[in-house]
């Protein structure tokens, strides 16, 4: 693969991510879908009426908060804002006039239970007929925290959530289980104020159709069962790891519920889906188009682990019948699951899934994968992602790095850093999954 082809491809990948992101950034996305007008705030499927000089509760939860808190003052008249915005750890101030809390994540610590704490409380004093505004998007299961009282402490949550962290399971088993040991999410914050009107506004890191997964969907009703909740602790090989008297309490039942569907305390709340891992798919798609790739995208939210992708991504583009004269661009979202591995080391499943690409495309001419994060974090490094292609195992291997034993140890950050191919952007303010790109353009 010539040299000016590569630089081509990664150029394009790299700008292609980044004009996705801009193009998805929450004030945008808020912006364009919501006003304020005759004394109501209105979108394309509901109106919360804030009559008179009645004040509006803001409440924002998770990794976009601070920028869809901005995005939200802008629209909102500014006198009749109050509320507060738990934000991630090194992030910077909530806007004015709003309270500024920091949350811990991924596992909850005090910080968090400090701010779930202070959430139930806020809800709880609001008053029937009040309006809230909920503003949710992925991190809030960690950032604000409740644990269930007296069946679970602080501690015990703290010790599941990392288990959970390091299990492999999807997001939507994860947030089963996180539900049914929280006392906020779940439904169970916006029972604290079934009279209020609640209006709830999400940044999706989950596939579509599961707005009461995001952040533990603290505001919406659950479906899951405490059967569910145990079959996938049992499943997963969690249950034993956990304490003694936890455990045998779980093995024994008799654990309040969540909130269900039919509950009084959910008739009127509105909910708003903002954006979601196809809204990120479409940016990228066109801009990819806008560079002169024929661009097509997977139909579904990714949910395999990172090898089965990587293979059916390769057989997709396989079967896509397009001018062979022309650049393409294939196109996925979602989070691919890596199992259990190592727990030293540095990355996480988009340097994990670009290495795996990295070996499935040794040697091919002309095409090049990227993998990132929309949130601008891959695990714990300091990458949103990585990019690989058909040279990156020779590469490697020149530098006396196996990329293989690399990813068995879990420091897949390591490859991608040294070879200069780490996709870095900080924290983005956003969270809409993972962003997968296949590039490949005729040489010449």
């Known amino acids: 693969m010539g040299s000016r082809l590569s630089q081509r491809l990664r150029r ?3 700008a292609i991510f980044a ?3 801009a193009d998805c950034a929450p004030s945008r996305l808020l912006s364009s879908q919501i006003r304020f007008e005759n004394g109501a705030v209105i979108g394309p499927d509901f109106k919360l009426p804030i009559p008179g000089r009645e004040r509006v509760l803001l409440l924002a939860i998770g990794k976009a908060s601070r920028s869809m808190a901005g995005a939200l003052l802008e629209i909102l008249p500014p006198e009749t804002v109050e509320g ?4 991630p750890p090194r992030v ?3 806007p004015a006039p709003l309270v500024c809390l920091k949350g811990d994540h991924p596992v909850p610590g005090a910080n968090s239970f400090s701010a779930g704490r202070l959430l139930l409380r806020k809800v709880r004093a609001w008053g029937p007929g009040r309006p809230v505004i909920h503003l949710i998007s992925g991190g809030a299961s960690s950032l604000a925290a409740v644990p269930l009282r007296p069946w679970v402490s602080e501690g015990e949550k703290s010790l599941l959530h990392s288990l959970l962290v390091a299990s492999g399971l999807g997001i939507q088993e994860v947030n089963v289980v996180r539900k049914h040991f929280s006392g906020i999410k779940g439904g169970r914050l916006a029972a604290r104020a079934p009279g209020a009107k609640h209006l709830t506004l999400l940044l999706s890191d989950v596939p579509a159709g599961c707005p009461e997964v995001v952040g533990g969907g603290p505001t919406l009703p659950d479906p899951s069962t405490w059967q569910d909740c145990l079959e996938i602790l049992k499943s997963s090989g969690i249950l034993p790891e956990l304490p003694g008297p936890l455990r045998r309490s779980l093995l024994r039942g008799g654990w309040p519920e969540t909130p269900k569907p039919e509950e009084t305390c959910f008739q009127g709340l509105a909910c708003r889906v903002v954006a979601d891992s196809h809204t990120l798919v479409e940016a990228a798609a066109r801009r990819a188009r806008r560079l002169g790739y024929a661009a097509r995208a997977l139909p579904s939210s990714v949910e395999d682990p990172s090898d089965f992708f990587v293979d059916r991504l390769l057989a997709e583009w396989e079967r896509w019948i397009a001018p062979r004269d022309r650049p393409r661009c294939l196109l996925a979202a979602g989070e691919v699951r890596i ?4 727990k030293k080391g540095r990355g996480g499943r988009a340097q994990d899934l670009a290495t795996a690409a990295a070996l499935r495309l040794d ?3 002309g095409m090049l994968f990227l993998a990132a994060g929309s949130d601008g974090v891959d695990g714990n490094s300091p990458a949103a992602g990585a990019i690989a292609d058909g040279g990156t195992v020779r590469r490697a291997r020149r530098r ?7 990813r068995e140890s879990s420091n897949t950050h390591r490859l991608f850093r040294e070879l200069g191919d780490c996709v870095v952007t900080g924290a983005t303010g956003n969270n809409l999954r993972d962003l997968y790109l296949l590039l490949e353009a005729p040489e010449g």
């Open 363 to 365: 040697g091919k001419r």
């Open 92 to 94: 910077g101030k909530a």
């Open 84 to 87: 507060v915005v738990v934000l």
């Open 12 to 14: 394009d990948a790299r």
């Open 339 to 342: 199992g259990r591995r190592a």
């Open 400 to 406: 006396r790095l196996d990329p293989g034993r690399l």
């Open 19 to 21: 004009g996705a992101l």
